[in-house]
T-cell receptor, first 113, second 113 residues
Framework: GAVVSQHPSWVICKSGTSVKIECRSLDFQATTMFWYRQFPKQSLMLMATSNEGSKATYEQGVEKDKFLINHASLTLSTLTVTSAHPEDSSFYIC?????????FGPGTRLTVT | DQQVKQNSPSLSVQEGRISILNCDYTNSMFDYFLWYKKYPAEGPTFLISISSIKDKNEDGRFTVFLNKSAKHLSLHIVPSQPGDSAVYFCAASARTGFQKLVFGTGTRLLVSP
């Protein structure tokens, strides 16, 4: 099956710094990737849709200047959390679309101190 | 506004018995539904899906039933196995937002030997 990787799997950063999370489709090309976040014991919430070569589409309430998304190639999308604050601490999950399926990465645990 | 709801946060079942996980939705535009299995600190794994043109889809031990008039779907696992213990999310998408998934809040299934 299709494999999606994320790096890093967990990261701790200080408040005010920026953190970049990578999402890669390892054995297929993905024109569309999605970024979700999940708070403890809550649902996965879609943050944005990332299309290769174009600007990401953000969901209502998600700050595009805070969560920068870049989808520069068919196998890589990045999410940069800028000027991170403790409330940004969460589990971030990406997924990549292949034909009619969506494959999820293993997630990245971000802790902002 | 939670468009996809899983009202049971947890379910305990004995090994060999049937597990029934329920999901309700409010958006009548949803026409494709999926079930995912998720372990802590991991991304969701696709289990089974169903299109709104069907009312049942079966794959091995997993069967999904869809009742469009009630806006309700359920996942049946039979026989349940201890390895099925995980959090199960239902998700829905609408044709106009293809592959843009709205997730439920999840149900934690515990299958005891």
């Amino acid at each position: 099956g299709a494999v999606v990787s994320q790096h890093p799997s967990w990261v701790i950063c200080k408040s005010g710094t920026s953190v970049k999370i990578e999402c890669r489709s390892l054995d297929f090309q993905a024109t569309t990737m999605f970024w979700y976040r999940q708070f403890p014991k809550q649902s996965l919430m879609l943050m944005a849709t990332s299309n290769e070569g174009s600007k990401a589409t953000y969901e209502q309430g998600v700050e595009k200047d805070k969560f920068l998304i870049n989808h520069a190639s068919l196998t890589l999308s990045t999410l940069t959390v800028t000027s991170a604050h403790p409330e940004d601490s969460s589990f971030y999950i990406c997924s990549a679309r292949a034909v009619n399926e969506q494959y999820f990465g293993p997630g990245t645990r971000l802790t902002v101190t | 506004d939670q468009q996809v709801k899983q009202n049971s946060p947890s379910l305990s079942v004995q090994e060999g018995r049937i597990s029934i996980l329920n999901c309700d939705y409010t958006n009548s535009m949803f026409d494709y539904f999926l079930w995912y299995k998720k372990y802590p600190a991991e991304g969701p794994t696709f289990l089974i899906s169903i299109s709104s043109i069907k009312d049942k889809n079966e794959d091995g031990r997993f069967t999904v039933f869809l009742n469009k008039s009630a806006k309700h779907l359920s996942l049946h696992i039979v026989p349940s196995q201890p390895g099925d213990s995980a959090v199960y999310f239902c998700a829905a998408s609408a044709r106009t937002g293809f592959q843009k998934l709205v997730f439920g809040t999840g149900t934690r299934l515990l299958v005891s030997p």
